[in-house]
């Protein structure tokens, strides 16, 4: 999916809503544990509800790990059933990956090859030659943390040099000698505020990817001002308040429920 296809899906949608599969088999409802594969089984509910409202999908690789070789299984699962239903949707792996070259070479082979994934988060601490391998392949998409929603993200990630750069604002500027805005974001979280204006002074076009809006009481009134441009130019992940909004047998009606109301917040943006 390139990124006028990706634009237009908003447009189309009036939603810039991911959705993150944050999948955690001692969250789920109760019943589904009966299942032969309670996670797929969920993720599929959870889909199904929720895929009207939202333009992207997020499955978080630790909750699938955990769980061994029964966990890859539900995450292909989950990744091939949202390609055969929902081709219109993206898809985020967030693994964030990133390692010496030949071995990101392998996590980007798994990723883009063996799964077809549209993107991939990827942690540029290790440089150029960590994340390139990923830049490789035609129509995909390399997500790089830049500035995350967690606490610890002021550990690093707002250092500044002897220039006052701070580390993430490097990121943002070195990376773009390594490719452009139709095939690299960035992630951003959204509790980080008006840092989304010093964003944008340095990545103007580049699509954001948007965590901690919900369960992270990150506003999204806020990310909309200071990070929304000409095409949007946002994907705003929202995991645990969507999914786990509800632990009956009607949760994936009331994810879907939760789904729409952030969709049409997100409608009143758009048409501003």
Not at 43 to 48: G, L, T, Y
Not at 144 to 152: F, H
Request: hydrophobic share 40%; glycine share 6%.
């Amino acid at each position: 999916m390139n990124k006028q296809e990706l634009f237009e899906n908003i447009k189309k949608k009036k939603s810039f809503l991911c959705v993150g599969l944050d999948t955690d088999i001692k969250k789920i409802p109760e019943h589904l544990l009966k299942e032969e594969d309670p996670i797929f089984a969920f993720n599929k509910a959870i889909i199904d509800a929720t895929a009207p409202y939202c333009i992207a999908y997020k499955p978080n690789l630790a909750f699938y790990e955990s769980m061994g070789v029964k966990g890859w299984i539900a995450f292909e699962k989950t990744v091939t059933y949202i390609k055969e239903n929902y081709p219109d949707q993206f898809i985020i792996a967030d693994a964030k990956r990133g390692d010496i070259g030949n071995t990101s070479a392998m996590y980007a082979r798994t990723f883009f090859e063996e799964l077809n994934i549209d993107s991939v988060t990827v942690a540029p601490y290790m440089g150029e030659d960590s994340v390139t391998p990923f830049l490789t392949y035609e129509g995909k998409w390399v997500i790089l943390l830049a500035l995350t929603s967690n606490k610890g993200s002021h550990d690093f990630q707002l250092t500044e040099d002897t220039n006052g750069e701070r580390l993430f604002e490097k990121v943002l500027r070195k990376s773009q000698e390594w490719s452009n805005d139709e095939n690299m974001m960035y992630v951003v979280g959204a509790t980080q505020g008006r840092a989304f204006e010093d964003i944008r002074k340095i990545v103007p076009n580049h699509f954001l990817l948007v965590p901690g809006v919900g369960a992270q009481g990150g506003s999204l009134e806020e990310v909309c001002k200071y990070g929304m441009n000409s095409t949007c130019g946002l994907i705003v992940n929202s995991s645990r308040a969507i999914i786990y909004a509800d632990k009956t047998e009607n949760f994936a009606t009331v994810a879907g429920q939760e789904a729409r109301k952030v969709q049409e917040e997100m409608e009143k943006f758009l048409n501003n």
